[in-house]
């Protein structure tokens, strides 16, 4: 049984940092890509970042570059979101995200394919 649970969101600051958790159990780890993604009220789910299994490289998107960085750590079958300078637009559920061998390019796929955790709240006060 795949399961993703996420950790680690809270209320911070703008300018504060986070370190997002999402342990994943039931699966072969290496086999799948993963992203972390995220709701905010009123708006779409979008894609953050992305660890890609095949190469270990990972990608993060135009909004976070800079200030996001994914990793996971194959031992403990856990990937990670650090979140720096944060701000009040990155405030949103978080959720973590596994699919079985594509890395797909579009939410959608995503949604329809994917393994999902629960989700974190992100809150980012001015």
């Known amino acids: 049984q795949v399961q993703l649970m996420e950790s680690g969101g809270g209320s911070v600051q703008a300018g504060g940092s986070l370190r997002l958790s999402c342990a994943a159990s039931g699966f072969a780890y290496n086999s799948y890509c993963m992203g972390w993604f995220r709701q905010a009220p009123g708006k779409e789910r979008e894609g953050v970042a992305y660890?890609?299994?095949?190469?270990?490289?990972?990608y993060v998107v135009d909004s976070v570059k800079g200030r996001f960085t994914i990793s996971r750590d194959i031992l403990k079958s856990t990937m990670y979101l650090q979140m720096n300078s944060l701000k009040p637009e990155d405030t949103a559920v978080y959720y973590c995200?596994?699919?079985?061998?594509?890395?797909?390019?579009?939410?959608?796929?995503?949604?329809?394919?994917?393994?999902w955790g629960q989700g974190t709240q992100v809150t980012v006060s001015s």
């Open positions: 660890f890609y299994p095949e190469s270990s490289r990972t």
């Open positions: 995200a596994a699919v079985f061998g594509v890395c797909y390019s579009s939410s959608s796929a995503w949604a329809q394919k994917a393994y």
